[in-house]
């Protein structure tokens, strides 16, 4: 079975990767927008291109039977067209929560006539780099919506779940919520970076206004639409859910396993 990573620069893509390695998959192909800064092990067949420029993604898809797809929305019918043109038999797409911007993902997906499984987390757990700054400078973390819960997801977890789907049979047609395995506050993660690190940290809510001006600087114009999802997340908190877990057979990574392995982000 030849498999084709798109996205594989990125950070989910790159962990799709050595996931299916790890797991035995002997014909990867990995289209990359640097193939040098990628990193990518020799067994891998590496491909520069990029599904945003579509007539770079035609040749990779030459005899390719599954193909994880990075998403893209602006592009993604297309992509999507070139992969059932070329004969592919299955997409397996990263997106987000059904109803979200991230939905023009799984039509295009749909529209392609593919068969397909779409994989669907929430907030990723490395969104906590946000935090980073504030951490390494002291032990005080200010930021808007202290009580905003939802179960965010390791990467790790995506791509191992990614690896899965693609390699196993019996996901055709299938949607995949994935989320970690439990609801925490803004408050109640910082708390386990805190713990992770051996310090004890706090959080100091902002006032809405205030928690925009400060994340503009690193989110630019979705600084906006970041902190007003975290808001919704305050009334209607995400439930996690044991996806990871049922796929896997075992547990999803906590936050602050999470934090553990990722300490040095914060020192």
């Known amino acids: 079975m030849k498999i084709l990573v798109t996205g594989a620069t990125g950070n989910v893509g790159r962990m799709v990767v050595d996931e299916l390695l790890a797991r035995g998959a002997t014909d990867v192909r990995a289209l990359t927008v640097s193939i040098e800064r990628a990193g990518l092990p020799p067994e891998v067949e590496a491909m520069e291109g990029f599904v945003g420029q579509p007539a770079t993604l035609r040749p990779a898809l030459t005899g390719v039977d599954v193909i994880y797809l990075a998403p893209h929305i602006p592009t993604v ?136 001006e400060q994340l503009r600087p690193v989110m630019g114009e979705y600084a906006q639409w970041y902190l007003e999802g975290a808001a919704m997340l305050v009334e209607h908190p995400q439930a996690a859910v044991p996806t990871v877990a049922d796929l896997l057979g075992r547990p999803a990574t906590t936050y602050e396993q999470w934090a553990r392995t990722h300490a040095d982000l914060f020192r």
Request: net charge negative; proline share 3%; aromatic share 4%.
């Open 77 to 212: 019918h297309e992509a999507c067209e070139l992969a059932a043109s070329a004969g592919v038999g299955r997409i397996v797409d990263l997106a987000g929560a059904k109803g979200d911007h991230w939905q023009q993902i799984e039509d295009g997906v749909e529209a392609s006539g593919v068969p397909h499984t779409h994989l669907e987390p929430g907030e990723f757990m490395a969104n906590a780099t946000l935090w980073a700054a504030q951490i390494r400078a002291g032990d005080e973390v200010r930021d808007g919506y202290a009580d905003s819960a939802n179960a965010a997801i390791a990467q790790e977890d995506i791509a191992a779940v990614a690896a899965h789907v693609i390699l196993t049979t019996g996901h055709e047609g299938k949607s995949y919520e994935l989320t970690g395995p439990e609801t925490l506050t803004r408050r109640q993660k910082i708390e386990a970076i805190g713990r992770a690190l051996g310090r004890e940290l706090r959080y100091t809510e902002l006032a809405p206004e205030d928690a925009v």
